[in-house]
């Protein structure tokens, strides 16, 4: 064994990275909960192996090779978690959405608590750049996220790939290249923890909006180039008039709806319920995760899978008929 001590000890300092594998694997995978799987079977391999292990200066750069190796398994088969509109062109506002999309795999929101640690929040967890991740070839996204979202070196990179350094720095330039190529019309630099206050100013309104179902206020809030999509539906649009176009016609159904407030991928989100038909209170209908360019929302994805979702995030099965716009009932 390396110079860990004892195998309790090497347990402990495995364990120890579990939170920031998760992070790395979330980013490498889109999806929470594969992110999971694929830590725990990277720290029964690191376990499995610890023999091989050469020393306690090493053990980030070698249990970061084995989260890679894992990943890279899971990715073998081509197939990449997406958003709506990483599918198609949007769609107006006033049309009913397109049946689910078979074959898909969406990628998937991270709860608030992010696993990475705060030094790898804002930007690096974003929705829009975790979907923006999955356009790289596996080993380009994980260079990308060790070289710029963990600090890796170059050499430690290329060491961990087992290539040169000029190959991983190759690598590097091209993912970046991809990136800068498919940022939205709507994006620019994030609001970061500076502006936490101007987060949460946005965020009560748009709940308060939302509840009311006030369009102007609404509209006010939104960038010009806003999104909304809806997975596990194709359907996403772009533009204040098709979003308000939507939300006043085929989602009329929405208004009424409570937001519990939450959060995902290091943003502001909120569990909308809907009421019940029979007044019995309200029930789940979408967990909505709201993205921000300087002193507007940029972004709104609504995830449907509220029985996956919800627990998740700590969101009730159900509010009474007494709940109110920001509380548990």
């Known amino acids: 064994m390396g110079e860990t001590g004892s195998p309790g000890a090497v347990a402990e300092d495995l364990e120890a990275y579990r939170g920031q594998l ?32 050469e020393g306690r200066s090493a ?17 073998a088969s081509g197939k990449r978690r ?29 709860p608030a608590s992010d696993p990475a640690g705060a030094a790898e929040v804002g930007e690096s967890v974003r929705l829009a750049f975790i979907a923006a991740l999955q356009h790289l070839p596996p080993r380009q996204r994980a260079t990308l996220i060790l070289r710029d979202v963990l600090g ?17 720095n190759s690598a590097l330039q091209r993912a970046r290249a991809t990136l800068a190529d498919r940022r939205a019309p709507a994006d620019g630099p994030p609001v970061r923890a500076a502006a936490d206050g101007v987060r949460r100013v946005l965020a009560e309104r748009y709940a308060t909006a939302f509840s009311r179902y006030d369009m102007e206020e609404l509209s006010m809030l ?12 194709a359907k996403w649009m ?32 909120f569990g ?50 007494d709940a109110h716009l920001g509380a548990h009932s």
């Not at 939507?246 to 939450?262: D, K």
Request: with cysteine; hydrophobic share 40%.
């Open 59 to 75: 053990l980030r750069s070698w249990v970061y090779r084995i989260a890679t190796n894992v990943c890279l398994d899971a990715l």
């Open 82 to 110: 997406a958003l709506p509109m990483d599918l198609s062109g949007p769609s107006e506002g006033a049309t009913l959405p397109a049946p689910v999309q078979e074959g898909v795999s969406w990628v998937e929101p991270c």
């Open 22 to 53: 998760t992070g790395y694997c979330y980013r490498m995978l889109g999806s929470y909960s594969e992110a999971e799987d694929a830590v725990q079977e990277t720290l029964i391999r690191a376990w499995r192996s610890i023999d091989g292990f």
């Open 238 to 269: 772009r533009g204040v008039s098709d979003i308000q176009a939507w939300l006043t016609g085929p989602a009329i159904g929405c208004r009424g709806s409570l937001l519990i407030p939450t959060a995902a991928n290091a943003s502001p989100a």
């Open 152 to 168: 890796f070196t170059a050499r430690e990179v290329a060491d961990l790939h087992g290539s040169s350094v000029a190959s991983a």
């Open 222 to 233: 939104l960038h010009v180039d806003a999104t909304l999509c809806l997975p596990p539906y």
């Open 272 to 321: 909308q319920y809907r009421p019940a038909p029979d007044g019995s209170g309200y029930l789940p209908w979408a967990l909505h995760v709201v993205e921000f360019t300087g002193d507007r929302i940029s972004g709104i994805t609504a995830f449907r899978d509220t029985r996956r979702f919800f627990p998740l995030f700590g969101l009730p099965e159900r509010l009474g008929e």
